[in-house]
């Protein structure tokens, strides 16, 4: 079995003069992302096609300016303690291009974990900023953050990883 998932990888334009340092402190491990499709199980020739079905799908959409615009804005705890997110406002751009991509992907839904598919029906857009912690270092890590900061920036490509492959698909302009 092989596992696969789809993120929009995000560049920031735009962040706080502090926020590198604390990324690199707490969250510099994995790019930073969206996720749009939890992670699953699929024997190879499935994950073969999650392929071909992502370049046939990909090769009709199309977005402004080839890019998602996202303003993170509103920082949170896991309910586990465990990491640190900053949640994205409402973007209808990034909401439709998830639910067609779960359309798309319909027949391959057999979770890694059972309990992220309510992630995928309950999007809520978010970077994690601070992961893999106690809940302490969680507490200290949110201590560190002003109370108001925005970070801006946008989803140019979407990714699709396959047992640590990626595999990246650009957004086009239209």
């Known amino acids: ?16 003069d502090w926020f590198p340092e604390f ?17 699953c199980l699929a024997e190879e020739a499935d994950t073969s096609r999650v392929q071909s079905l992502l370049e046939s799908f990909f090769a009709t959409r199309f977005v402004a300016d080839g890019q998602i615009n996202l303003v993170f804005d509103r920082v949170r705890a896991d309910p586990l303690g465990d ?14 291009l998830q639910a067609s991509l779960l359309q798309c992907l319909k027949d391959h839904r057999n979770y890694e974990k059972s309990e992220t598919e309510k992630y995928e029906k309950n999007f809520d857009p978010h970077i994690t900023i601070a ?20 970070l801006k920036g946008g989803i140019e490509e979407i990714v699709l990883i396959v047992d640590g492959i990626l595999t990246t698909f650009l957004l086009k302009n239209g």
């Open 1 to 16: 079995m092989e596992k696969f998932a789809i993120y929009g990888r995000v560049v920031l334009s735009e962040f706080p």
């Open 23 to 39: 990324y690199a402190r707490h969250g510099a491990f994995f790019d930073k992302h969206v996720t749009l499709k939890q992670a």
């Open 83 to 96: 990491c640190i997110m900053v949640d994205s406002q409402r973007s209808e751009t990034l909401n439709t």
């Open 131 to 150: 992961d893999n912690m106690t809940p302490e270092e969680t507490m200290a890590a949110l201590r560190e953050l002003p109370k108001e900061f925005v």
